[in-house]
């Protein structure tokens, strides 16, 4: 199985502040790369697919990057409805497996 | 606007079989898309149960393949999950979701919590 770590498990940030959370794959997974936020007592959300695509309706204030192994999702200007939890996800292999999640706390 | 929708029993009692419907609304589950199961235990992460594709073709998760069928019924749009001999461990809030050409999964159900409990 492909190995998920995300950093850092939890941030504290300020409305307005840039945050960036990292994802790390335990081998390449080419750009087969997608991010989720996940709010309280709801289904988790497609951010951005194949690493740096922009899913359709999602403000362009996120943004992703990566290949290989190394990704990072970017939040230019944190916004009060973006404190959540983040998850990244690999799509390269089975079993789909998810990064452990990075909770976006108010500072 | 695909919707899923998910029903079925919120208490298995431990050593049953949890059994899960996901309806799909707003388009065909004949579309060239897998349809997927992912489970999150209360307060833990995210973890894949498996996908099928219309012709029926599946994939699951190794670490649940033993107690796991996914299955699909194109006549009624919707797709099935299996999961026999369950524990206390098994308790989720079960998601159906559209995984997009297999990739990313774009659209979900609200997810439905199901207790493992006698």
């Known amino acids: 199985d492909i190995q998920m770590t995300q950093s850092p498990s939890s941030l504290s940030a300020s409305v307005g502040d840039r945050v960036t959370i990292t994802c790390r794959a335990s081998q390449s997974i080419s750009s087969y790369l997608n991010w989720y936020q996940q709010k309280p007592g709801k289904a988790p959300k497609l951010l951005i697919y194949?690493?740096?695509s922009l899913e359709s309706g999602v403000p362009s204030r996120f943004s992703g990057s990566g290949s290989g192994t190394d990704f990072t999702l970017t939040i230019s200007s944190l916004q009060p409805e973006d404190f959540a939890i983040y998850y990244c996800q690999q799509s390269y292999s089975t079993p789909r497996t998810f990064g452990q999640g990075t909770k976006v706390e108010i500072k | 606007q695909v919707q899923l929708q998910e029903s079925g029993p919120g208490l298995v009692k431990p050593s049953g079989t949890l059994s899960l419907t996901c309806g799909v609304s707003g388009g065909s589950i004949s579309s060239s898309n897998w349809w997927s199961w992912v489970r999150q235990p209360p307060g833990k992460g995210l973890e894949w149960i498996g996908e099928?594709?219309?012709?029926?073709?599946?994939n699951y998760n190794p670490s649940l393949k033993s107690r796991v069928t996914i299955s699909v019924d194109k006549s009624k749009n919707q797709f099935s999950l299996n999961l026999r001999s369950v524990t206390a461990a098994d308790t989720a809030v079960y998601y159906c979701?559209?995984?997009?050409?297999?990739?990313?999964?774009?659209?979900w159900g609200q997810g439905t919590l199901v207790t493992v409990s006698s």
């Open positions: 194949a690493a740096s």
């Open positions: 099928i594709y219309h012709s029926g073709s599946t």
């Open positions: 979701a559209r995984a997009s050409l297999g990739s990313h999964w774009d659209y």
